[in-house]
T-cell receptor, first 114, second 111 residues
Framework: AQSVAQPEDQVNVAEGNPLTVKCTYS??????LFWYVQYPNRGLQFLLK??????LVKGSYGFEAEFNKSQTSFHLKKPSALVSDSALYFC????????????FGAGTTVTVRA | EAQVTQNPRYLITVTGKKLTVTCSQN?????MSWYRQDPGLGLRQIYY???????DKGDVPEGYKVSRKEKRNFPLILESPSPNQTSLYFC??????????FGPGTRLTVL
């Protein structure tokens, strides 16, 4: 069975500092990995994905993530956080290309202080 | 505008009263899915559909039904709602195994 863990419920950073949101996964096959963001009272928005290829994936709003197969991790990063990045972030995984079941982590609340 | 729409956005109902939450997408996507979001649990998949007349259970299907008679619509049916189904529900669609587009959510309260 596939699963995702986001070990931190909350991440607090100062504006301008680097931001990292951690994600680890467990799959039996090859993972498709995704990051989504949810702003207050909004639906989820897609940030980036890893399917295959380069381990460093760049996405929307200056975010990037690094796929690490040996550590089964897919951490989300932003070099310089903005107050507007404050939101709820979800990591998600799909086990195989043909498996349409998508599992989400519990989410990490990011607060960027001015 | 490409979008996923859900109706109603807010619903308060009583235990046992059947309800349907509609979901529609205008992007001609094959894949559609329903999730519920609960604090501390993230999003959990209820049902998904790979195409018309093809549906399958997600992680928490108990107490829910779905149907996919048309490509654009994927309604979620609660035949006999119970208070533990009080939650925030999201519908999503995607062309294949790519990223999903989410609807705005339906906040359901079952008394």
């Amino acid at each position: 069975a596939q699963s995702v863990a986001q070990p931190e419920d909350q991440v607090n950073v100062a504006e301008g500092n680097p931001l990292t949101v951690k994600c680890t996964y467990s799959v039996s096959g090859n993972p498709y990995l995704f990051w989504y963001v949810q702003y207050p009272n909004r639906g989820l928005q897609f940030l980036l994905k890893y399917i295959t290829g380069d381990n460093l994936v760049k996405g929307s709003y200056g975010f990037e993530a690094e796929f690490n197969k040996s550590q089964t991790s897919f951490h989300l990063k932003k070099p310089s956080a903005l107050v507007s990045d404050s939101a709820l972030y979800f990591c998600a995984v799909r086990d195989m290309p043909d498996d349409y079941k998508l599992s989400f982590g519990a989410g990490t609340t990011v607060t960027v202080r001015a | 505008e490409a979008q996923v729409t859900q109706n109603p956005r807010y619903l308060i109902t009583v235990t046992g009263k059947k309800l349907t939450v509609t979901c529609s997408q205008n992007m001609n996507h094959e894949y559609m899915s329903w999730y519920r979001q609960d604090p501390g649990l993230g999003l959990r998949q209820i049902y998904y559909s790979m195409n018309v007349e093809v549906t399958d259970k997600g992680d928490v299907p108990e107490g829910y039904k779905v149907s996919r008679k048309e490509k654009r619509n994927f309604p979620l049916i609660l035949e006999s709602p119970s208070p533990n189904q009080t939650s925030l529900y999201f519908c999503a669609s995607s062309p294949t195994s790519a990223e999903q587009f989410f609807g705005p959510g339906t906040r359901l309260t079952v008394l």
